[in-house]
């Protein structure tokens, strides 16, 4: 998930229809106050039901809003600062491609390099891929395998999944398109990406970042992993609203390397890191010192991945597309480079216009609220200085998320309703238990728990929960990890015994984040 896919790549375009019927002018906001912003965001924060939330603003090279609101944890009441510590989950992919671009600066890479060239172990899912594949393929979403393909190595957090079961995971999945042709977007090769930088480097892709990007920048509260903070008094607490109301959940644990999604960081060091990059990589009193060259800014904010352009005619925008860790687009004649992130109870967007020299970075801590306030809260930003109305983002995000999740929530009624109506269907437990296997994921197993089906993940122990009969060989899995709506269906292959032999699987709600891959399993029963 550590791009949230539900709202804040939908945040814009899925209004398109409610904006073709309400395009009538209100009151225009011009270039909003502090004080604006204060009551935008303590609107934002209470209609979401956010626990708290941080933002930034630069403009012109100058931070003219920087503050926090709400609670870094219900629990502690702490209010949250613009020093408050948040994962910024995908908004770290920058981070990567920086490091990276750095790397090539030196000599030490180019960018077409083959990844084997640095990983020799690297296996695509065919020789050309594993042939062709260069450095900026593993950062631009188009490498023909499906949206979130083997996040369920490290989604939930907690499994043991190591980077060598990284790199040899793809040659095990299936393609969903040609290579470089499509749009998919994609964590773990960001991941490989991490590993290439610590073999070029020589030291951890940790090590890399704090010492080449975030110490020169004097981002002095960031870090590039979390057992590098030593003081954790002004932490954000993960929360969730899942459940109906706000509670805190645990965080979410980073494995293997934090390319994808790693980086703890603040709006106030935040505001340096946005700076930089309006720089085209140049920082310091005089601009005279240089983090990455004018080239490889150019190449980070230069489109590799075409995306369909947003047709929201509010905003006039001809192109879309992924650049190398941005997300880059024209909007009423000015380039937008964003990025959004999400892990469980951490949503984050970094939005910057650099024609306007303006960035903003919001950082929330509660799932699902925090995309809707960071979306809300940018574009009416971003409106005001793009010389647009007053849209009424927060009222219209309010309205449009509530659908979305009564939707869902009703889909999943129903599927635990015919559950209920067939707890007395007789099943033969003893032909569905036993030890199933996928060639990435690795071992599960299906056993009986007080007269019920169970199943357990070996690798990932939070997937791990009772199994109800649904409907002919299927059963719905309710997970006892419960900090996210990831309850799955299970639908078992019989031979002609009756015995299963194979189990496919799928989410059970249409709003399930995208990272519970578990349409890409082919589980087969081992003989034990």
């Known amino acids: 998930m550590f791009k949230n896919n539900r ?13 073709f019927i309400c395009l009538a002018s209100t009151p225009t906001f011009a270039q909003l106050t502090s004080q604006k912003i204060d009551l935008l965001m303590e609107d934002a924060l209470t209609k979401f039901k956010v626990a708290g939330a941080s933002i930034a603003i630069v403009k012109d090279g100058k931070i003219i809003h920087q503050k926090g609101y709400g609670v870094a944890s219900i629990e502690t009441k702490k209010a949250v600062n613009e020093n408050t510590n948040f994962q910024i989950a995908s908004n770290s992919k920058a981070f990567t491609t920086a490091a990276l671009s750095i790397l090539e600066d030196e000599g ?7 990844v084997k ?39 939930p957090d ?6 060598k079961d990284v790199l040899n995971s793809f040659q095990y999945f299936k393609p969903v398109s040609a290579f470089r042709t499509q749009y998919d977007y994609d964590n773990l090769l960001y991941i490989v ?11 951890s892709y940790e090590a890399f970042v704090q010492k080449r990007i975030i110490e020169p920048l004097q981002m002095n509260n960031s870090f590039a992993a979390s057992n590098l903070i030593k003081d954790k008094s002004n932490l954000a607490v993960a929360h969730s609203s899942e459940s109906g109301t706000i509670k805190t959940i645990d965080s979410f644990g980073i ?6 999604g790693g980086i703890i960081s603040n709006v106030a060091d935040m505001a340096k890191w946005m700076t930089v990059a309006m720089n085209k990589g140049q920082y310091g009193p005089d601009l005279k010192t240089t983090l990455f060259s004018e080239k490889n800014h150019n190449e980070m904010w230069r489109i590799h991945t075409v995306e369909e352009a947003d047709q929201n005619p509010r905003y006039n925008s001809h192109f879309r597309g992924y650049g190398l860790g941005w997300e880059l687009a024209d909007v009423k004649g000015n380039l ?8 469980p109870g951490m949503l984050s967007i970094v939005k910057m216009y650099p024609d306007q020299n303006l960035g903003i970075v919001i950082l929330t801590n509660t799932q699902n609220g925090g995309a809707g306030l960071f979306i809300a809260v940018s574009n009416a930003i971003s409106d005001s200085y793009l010389g647009l109305d007053d849209f009424g983002w927060t009222d219209k995000m309010v309205t449009w998320m509530s659908q979305d999740e009564a939707g869902g929530d009703d889909v999943t009624k129903k599927v635990w309703e015919k559950a209920a109506s067939s707890k007395n269907v007789k099943i033969k437990n003893e032909d569905f238990i036993g030890v199933y296997a996928d060639k990435w994921f690795g071992e599960i197993e299906v056993f009986e728990k007080n007269k019920q089906l169970w199943f357990k993940s070996y690798r990932s122990p939070k997937l791990n929960g009772p199994m109800a009969f649904y409907n002919a060989n299927t059963f719905a899995i309710k997970w006892e990890y419960r900090a996210m709506n990831c309850d799955a269906f299970a639908m078992f292959s019989l031979d002609e015994t009756g015995k299963a032999q194979a189990i496919k699987m799928k989410g059970i709600s249409p709003n399930i984040d995208f ?14």
Request: proline share 1%.
């Open 158 to 163: 907690g499994s043991n999944f190591t980077i």
């Open 117 to 155: 060239d640095h990983i020799p172990e690297f296996k695509m899912y065919n020789d050309y891929v594993t042939e062709n594949f260069n450095i900026q393929d593993l950062l631009t979403h188009r490498s023909g395998l499906g949206l979130g393909v083997g996040d369920l190595m490290f989604f």
């Open 108 to 114: 030490k890479l180019k960018w077409t390099d083959k």
């Open 193 to 203: 990406a991490g590993e290439l930088i610590a073999r070029t480097s020589g030291m």
């Open 7 to 19: 709202y804040s790549r939908k945040g814009t375009t899925i209004l398109t229809s409610l904006l």
């Open 515 to 528: 990272s519970f891959d578990f349409q890409d399993l082919d589980l087969k029963r081992v003989q034990k």
């Open 336 to 343: 937008e480079v964003s990025h959004t992130g999400g892990l």
């Open 255 to 260: 494995q293997m390397n934090g390319a994808a």
